[in-house]
C-alpha cells in the first residue's frame, strides 16, 4: 500500500490499513507526515498569537500593549510537535512493554504519526477558522495580581473567557477535541497490532495520552461553563 493509499485508508479503513502500517512501515514516511504537521501547527502557532492583544495597566511603567512574539511562537509551535510526537510515542512504547507487548519503538513512532492524520486534517480547518477570527483586545490590571501564580491563573482565564466567546473559536475546540479522540482511537488500533496485545490491554498502554487530553480539555471548559 502506498503512503498516500495509508493516508486515505486511514480515514476510510482504518482497521484494515493499521494492520498493513504495522507490518510494512517506513520511519521516512512517520517523519514527513509529522513534519506537515508541525509546519501547520507552527502556523497555527502565528496566528493564534496575535489574536489575543492584551493591554497591561498597572504596571512601574504605566499603560503597555503586548501580542506576543509571533516568531517564537512559530518556531515553539513547530519544536512542541516533534517533541511532542517522541514522548508520547516513547510513553506507550513502554507502557505496551509493561503489559506485554511484542513490537519496537520505531513502529510506535510509525503507527502515532499516521494516527495524527485526523489531527493534520482538523489543523488544516482550524487553520481557515482562525484566519476568519477577529483580534481581541483584552486589559489586564497588574495591580489585582497577588502572586505569579495568580497572574498565570488570571490570564488564562481572562484570554480562554474572551476566545471561548467566539463562535470560530468554539468551533476551533469542538474539532479540535474530535479529532484527537479520532487519533486516540487510531493509536489504541495501532498498538494492538503493532505490539500484538488485545483491545483492552492497548488501551492501557494509551491510558496517560488519553489523561492528558482530557487534562488538557479541563481548563477551557471549566472556564466556558463556570
Known amino acids: 500500500m502506498s503512503l498516500v493509499g495509508r493516508i486515505t485508508g486511514i480515514l476510510t479503513n482504518p482497521r484494515e490499513t493499521v494492520q498493513d502500517i504495522s507490518e510494512n512501515s517506513h520511519i521516512e514516511d512517520a517523519v514527513l507526515i509529522m513534519g506537515?504537521?508541525?509546519?501547520?501547527?507552527a502556523i497555527s502557532?502565528?496566528?493564534?498569537?496575535?489574536?489575543?492583544?492584551?493591554?497591561?495597566?498597572g504596571t512601574d511603567q504605566?499603560?503597555?500593549e503586548y501580542s506576543g512574539s509571533s516568531v517564537f511562537s512559530f518556531i515553539t509551535g513547530f519544536i512542541s510537535v516533534t517533541i511532542a510526537w517522541i514522548i508520547l510515542s516513547?510513553?506507550?512504547?513502554?507502557?505496551?512493554?509493561?503489559?506485554?507487548g511484542e513490537g519496537s519503538f520505531k513502529k510506535v513512532l510509525i503507527i502515532y504519526s499516521y494516527a495524527y492524520i485526523p489531527v493534520l486534517l482538523g489543523?488544516?480547518?482550524?487553520?481557515?477558522?482562525?484566519?476568519?477570527?477577529?483580534?481581541?483586545?483584552?486589559v489586564f490590571d497588574f495591580s489585582t495580581v497577588s502572586s505569579p501564580s495568580s497572574l498565570?491563573?488570571?490570564?488564562?482565564?481572562?484570554?480562554?473567557?474572551?476566545?471561548?466567546?467566539?463562535p470560530y473559536y468554539q468551533a476551533v475546540y469542538v474539532i479540535?477535541?474530535?479529532?484527537?479522540?479520532?487519533?486516540l482511537v487510531l493509536v489504541i488500533l495501532g498498538i494492538k497490532f503493532v505490539h500484538?496485545?488485545?483491545?483492552?490491554?492497548?488501551?492501557?498502554?494509551?491510558?496517560?495520552?488519553?489523561?492528558?487530553v482530557i487534562v488538557g480539555r479541563v481548563p477551557s471548559l471549566y472556564f466556558m461553563f463556570s
Open 36 to 41: 506537515i504537521f508541525a509546519i501547520l501547527s
Open 45 to 57: 502557532g502565528y496566528m493564534s498569537q496575535n489574536i489575543i492583544i492584551f493591554e497591561y495597566i
Open 62 to 64: 504605566g499603560y503597555s
Open 90 to 100: 516513547w510513553i506507550v512504547y513502554l507502557c505496551s512493554i509493561a503489559v506485554g
Open 123 to 138: 489543523k488544516v480547518v482550524n487553520l481557515i477558522l482562525i484566519s476568519l477570527m477577529n483580534p481581541i483586545k483584552l
Open 152 to 166: 498565570m491563573f488570571d490570564m488564562m482565564e481572562i484570554s480562554t473567557r474572551a476566545l471561548m466567546s467566539d
Open 176 to 183: 479540535t477535541t474530535m479529532v484527537n479522540l479520532w487519533t
Open 196 to 212: 500484538n496485545l488485545s483491545i483492552n490491554r492497548a488501551l492501557i498502554a494509551v491510558s496517560i495520552p488519553i489523561l492528558l
